[in-house]
């Protein structure tokens, strides 16, 4: 397969590089590309560049909803190449990395679309008074490795609508498809409104630190989100963070599983798990425990795991080294704690990071794999009695990203979601993401939200404008 253009983009240019590091396949283990290693001076040029462009950029909504309507025009023309490197850097499916570029082109369209009026909160003998939104100015976006482009998309719609400019900095694990979008959008978006920088983790940092971004939308993991927020503190950068989950799925006793098995499969399994709002434990009536052990253990037992260029396959490797010696870890812990997989518990006998996808019986709250994130294809089932106690048991953690609650009576289950310490709670679905909605966590989930006005809103800056009468 020909591979795209992985160079930097700053300026609306590819720019050389001197150093590079390499990009591993995880279905091989196998380095399979370069990716340039952005140094000092290049990062200043990049924040240089959306510092000029901005002045530009912010004056004309109309051009920017016309351009970002042709930047999701690209991106469906790149759709099959792009979808290529990203199952390549990350392993996941390819007809699923196509669902996720045209995931990532219908964020630009929603945005190129949203209007947001200004509000006229009073209007008498005395005042006119209108709240407006302005933008911000430079922005810097980091994104983590297990949806590069449909996250970046999420910043980079609302950013760039706003009236920012932006340095993007996709995860060192999968930087290729962020760096070849970047690519593809040099002749849509004027130059310097988006720069797109590679590098190891010590670049994150650098942007953070870095005077000129006035904004920091950041995704990835808790620890490093607690680094992003004392980084910004200092300047008073805005922050966006959008951290872990360990969110749980409380199946009520009235659930029917074989209608939502399928459903729990793909919302705790789909990219092998690994997905900040993905189910990471289950809390099952004590009533329907064993059916619902039975068929979830058929339906993972079935998951057909493998490289994802294959046909058929559903799940592809874990994506990187370390994240595959975690998992690892956690599983083995909690057998050797007196867990029992009813399926799974291993990894595969194989190149690359296969696991064995996994329902875990007997591992209980207070164990690290019921208790911490573990963002793999490894799935606890808990049984409980008492829907209060299973209320205080979601809630006693300092993850609050999503939950969901299942069962037929939907006011019931809507009631004992509404219980639930979270940004989103779902009711017989999990998951549920969509550019119109708010995406955010609370507690150490995450520091605001992103999606729809609210997403919008944070890439602004709130101005009242008052005229006395
Ligand atoms: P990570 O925190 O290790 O890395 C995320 C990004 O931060 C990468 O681009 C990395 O290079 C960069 N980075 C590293 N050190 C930095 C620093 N000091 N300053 C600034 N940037 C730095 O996370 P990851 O392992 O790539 O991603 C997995 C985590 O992301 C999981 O916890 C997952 O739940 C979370 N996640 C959250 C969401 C959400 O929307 N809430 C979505 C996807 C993933």
Known sequence: MELPDFSMTIDGKSVAHID????????TGEAFAQA???DADQLDAAFDAAARAYGDWRTDLALRRETLNAAADAIVANAESLAQVLTLEQGRPVNQSVIELHASAAWFRYFAALDLPAEVIQDDATTYAEVTRKPIGVVAAITPWNFPLLLAS????????????????????????????????????????????????????????HPVPRKISFTGSIATGKRVAAAAAGDLKRVTLELGGNDPAILLDDIDPAAITEKLFQSAFGNNGQICSAIKRVYVHESRYDEVVEALTERVRAAV???GFLDGVELGPIQNAPQYERVSQLVAS?????????????????????????????????????????????????????????????????????????????????????QLDSGSVWVNTH????????????????????????????F??????????
Do not use: H
């Open 20 to 27: 590079d590091f390499d990009v591993i396949n995880p279905s």
């Open 36 to 38: 340039p290693d952005c």
């Open 154 to 209: 999420w910043k980079l719609a609302p950013a760039l609508l706003a009236g920012n400019t932006v340095v993007l900095k996709p995860s060192p694990y999968t930087p290729l498809a962020t760096l070849a979008l970047g690519a593809a959008l040099r002749g849509v978006l004027p130059p310097g409104v988006l720069n797109v920088v590679s590098g190891r983790d010590p670049l994150g940092a650098s942007m953070t630190e």
């Open 305 to 307: 795991v493998g490289d």
């Open 334 to 418: 909690a057998i050797s704690d007196g867990a029992t997989a009813t399926t799974g518990g291993r990894p595969m006998d194989r190149p690359g990071y296969f696991f064995e996808p996994t329902v875990l019986v007997g591992a209980a709250d207070g164990t690290a794999i019921v208790d911490e994130e573990q963002f793999g294809p490894a799935l606890p089932l808990i049984p409980f009695s008492r829907v209060e106690d299973v209320v205080a048991q979601a809630n006693a953690t300092n993850f609050g990203l999503g939950a969901s609650v299942w069962g037929a009576d939907t006011d019931r289950a809507t009631s004992v979601a509404t």
């Open 431 to 458: 998951m549920a993401v969509a550019p119109n909605l708010p995406f955010g966590g609370a507690k150490w989930s995450g520091i605001g939200v992103e999606n729809g006005p609210w997403g919008y809103a944070a």
């Open 460 to 469: 602004t800056e709130l101005q009242l404008v008052l005229r006395a009468r």
